[in-house]
C-alpha cells in the first residue's frame, strides 16, 4: 500500500516515514570522507592524487551492457571503488523473510527488475480513484502502488495469518502500468542543483509556453522547503537516497531509517500483528550501500555514430525533440571526480510536461495524471520495450504516441520524409 511520495506533498497521510535530510547533503559528506580517507592512505604510502580530469562518460567503449555487468564512473578513489562494489552486492542481493522481505513485496532483489543496473520488461501496477478534479490513492485499499506478492502464511501464538499479494481494488477507476527504468549515470542527474532545472523551466516558459515544462516541487519536512523532484516516471523523488530507501520499501517491504513502517497489505494495518520482523529491517547501511552504487554507476556509452546518425542528431534538434530531451546538463560540485562539475548527455530536462492521452492517469507527488517526467534517451539502444507502461516495442511507436505539448513534436516527425525520418531513428539508436 502507501503512496510513497505523501511526506513531501502535504502532511504525511500514510504510514510513510521522512526524509533523511535535504539533497544529498548527508550522502555527499560521506562520499567526500571516503575521498578524504583516500587520499589520507596515498599519502600514508607516500603517493599523491593526480588529476584524472575525467568527465562525461560519452566515449564508446566498455559502458554498461548486456554481459559486462555494472561499471562505475571513471577515477573513482580506492575507497570509493569499494564502495561500489559493496554496493553492486547489495544490489544484486536477495533478501529473505528472515531478513524483513514483505509481508507484502514485489521482488526480491533490486537486480531482479534493474539487471545489471539497467531496466527490464517488468512493470508494476499503480491504481487510484478520479472523482471529478480529485484523484483518491485509496491508500486505506494499499493504493497508489501494489505489492503483488506475499509471504504466505505466518503463525504465532495469537493464531495464523495468510499475506496474499495486493489486487487492485472494484473502487478503483484508474490502474496504470509501470515500466522499471534503467538506472545508469543517474549520479549526474543527482548531481545537478535544483536551480538548474528552475532556470531550465523558466528558459522554456520563455522560449514557448506551449511545450514549457515545469519542476517537480517536493516538499522537505526535515528543512521545511521545496526541493526539486527529478527521478521515476512522475520525478516523484528528489534524490537516489530516497529512492534507495523507498524502494527498499515499496518493491521489498525492507523497512529503514526513513521508512520506518511496514507496508499494510491492501490497506489492513491489522494484519502486521503477524509480521515476523517486526524490528526495523535495515539499520541504513542497505540504503547507503545502495545509494553508493546507483551514484556511482557509469552513464551508458555512446553506441556507433556515422554520417548518417550524425545527420539524424540535427533532425532531433529541428523537429523541436531536443527542447524536452535536452541533449546536455551539468552537474555541480561532487565529491566523486567524475560527477564533480560534469557536463552530460541524458537527452532530458527532468522537467514535468503535460503529454495528453499519453499520461497515465494517476496523480503522485506534484505531477497531475496527464503529467510525465521527459524520459532521459540515452541508452535506448540497450533497450526493448519504451514507455511508462512498457507499451511500445519500437522506439518509432514510441515517439508517434506522443501528446499533448508533445503533439506538434510528433506531427513534424510524421512529415519528415522517409530519409530523414530513417537518420532520425538511426540517431536514437545510437545513444
Ligand atoms: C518489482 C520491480 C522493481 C524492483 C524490485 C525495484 N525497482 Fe526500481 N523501478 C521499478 C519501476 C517500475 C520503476 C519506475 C517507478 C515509477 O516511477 O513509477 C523503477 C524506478 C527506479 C528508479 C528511478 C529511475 C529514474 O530514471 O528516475 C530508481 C532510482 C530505482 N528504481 C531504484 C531501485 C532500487 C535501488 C531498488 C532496490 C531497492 C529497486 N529500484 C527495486 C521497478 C523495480
Ligand atoms: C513536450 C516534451 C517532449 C517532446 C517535445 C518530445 N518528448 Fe519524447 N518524451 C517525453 C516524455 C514526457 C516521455 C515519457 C512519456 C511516457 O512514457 O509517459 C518521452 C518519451 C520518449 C521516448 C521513450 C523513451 C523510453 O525510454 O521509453 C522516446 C523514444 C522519445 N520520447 C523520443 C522523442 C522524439 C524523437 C521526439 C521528437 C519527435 C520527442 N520525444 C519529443 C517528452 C517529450
Known sequence: ??????????PPRGPTGRLQGMRSTPHAARLSELTRRHRLLLVAAG????????????????????????QPVAGLTLAQQQAFAEGVRTFGRRFTVAEGLGPVFNDESCAECHRGGGDTTRT????????????????HLGGSLIQARGIGTVSTSEGTYDFQGEDVPADA????????????GLGFVDAV?????????????????????????LFDHTVGADIVGRFGWKAQVPTLRVFAGEAL???MGITGPGFRDEICPQGNC??????????????????????????????????????????GAIVFGQIGCASCHRPSLTTGPSPVRALDRATFFPYSDFLLHDMGTLGDGISQAAAGGREMRTQPLWGLR??????????????????????????????????????????????????
Open 124 to 139: 508494476v501496477t499503480r491504481f487510484g480513484r478520479q472523482e471529478g478534479e480529485g484523484f483518491d490513492t485509496l491508500a
Open 382 to 431: 540497450l533497450q526493448t520495450r519504451y514507455l511508462h507502461d512498457g507499451s511500445a516495442t519500437t522506439i518509432e511507436e514510441a515517439v508517434r504516441r506522443h501528446d499533448g505539448q508533445g503533439r506538434d513534436a510528433r506531427q513534424r516527425f510524421d512529415a519528415l520524409s522517409e530519409a530523414e525520418r530513417a537518420q532520425l531513428l538511426a540517431f536514437l539508436r545510437s545513444l
Open 249 to 251: 520499501l515499496n518493491e
Open 47 to 70: 603517493l599523491f592524487v593526480t588529476s584524472l580530469g575525467v568527465s562525461a562518460q560519452r566515449g564508446p567503449g566498455p559502458g554498461p551492457g548486456p554481459g559486462n555487468g555494472p
Open 173 to 184: 477507476t484508474v490502474r496504470a502500468r509501470r515500466k522499471s527504468q534503467p538506472l545508469f
Open 1 to 10: 500500500m502507501t503512496s510513497c511520495h505523501s511526506f513531501f506533498t502535504g
Open 193 to 217: 542543483p535544483d536551480d538548474t532545472f528552475r532556470a531550465l523551466a523558466d528558459e522554456q516558459q520563455a522560449a514557448d509556453p506551449a511545450t514549457a515544462g515545469r519542476v517537480s516541487l
Open 270 to 311: 491489522d494484519a502486521l500483528a503477524f509480521n515476523p520482523a517486526p524490528a526495523l529491517n535495515d539499520d541504513g547501511r542497505e540504503a547507503e550501500a545502495l545509494t553508493d552504487f546507483m551514484t556511482m554507476l557509469a552513464a551508458p556509452g555512446r553506441g556507433a555514430t556515422s554520417d548518417e546518425t550524425d545527420r
